[in-house]
């Protein structure tokens, strides 16, 4: 069972930057992907950004350029560096753990992260 820990997130002005990391621990394996989702009041859950074990990223088209993602294998750990933010980043941002090859999917609890106008 992968447990994933979550930091980071919170409250800043438009314009602004936050980092958020997690950190995965209790796979049996050593390729995976992780990334970032976020779900903002009213709307679907949304894809923010990924990256895989061997260091492919993707990024949703609302965040390219402003934020960018990165990890360390050794620990395990995923970091979203967002610059830039906009109100409309506003939303609780989940950390996803996809274990290859079982396939199976892990979520974080979630952090709240507020960009105010």
């Known amino acids: 069972q992968v447990q994933l820990m979550e930091s980071g997130g919170g409250l800043v002005q438009a314009g602004g930057s936050l980092r958020l990391s997690c950190t995965a621990s209790?796979?049996?394996?050593?390729?995976?992907?992780m990334g970032w989702y976020r779900q903002a009041p009213g709307k679907q859950r949304e894809l923010v950004a990924t990256?895989?074990?061997?260091?492919?990223?993707n990024y949703a088209d609302s965040v390219k350029g402003r934020f960018t993602i990165s990890r360390d294998n050794a620990k395990n750990t995923v970091n979203l560096q967002m610059n830039s933010l906009k109100p409309e980043d506003t939303a609780v941002y989940y950390c996803?753990?996809?274990?290859?090859?079982?396939?199976?999917?892990?979520w974080g609890q979630g952090t709240q992260v507020t960009v105010s106008s």
């Open positions: 996803n753990y996809l274990e290859r090859p079982t396939m199976r999917n892990y």
């Open positions: 209790g796979s049996r394996f050593s390729f995976n992907a």
């Open positions: 990256i895989t074990s061997g260091g492919s990223t």
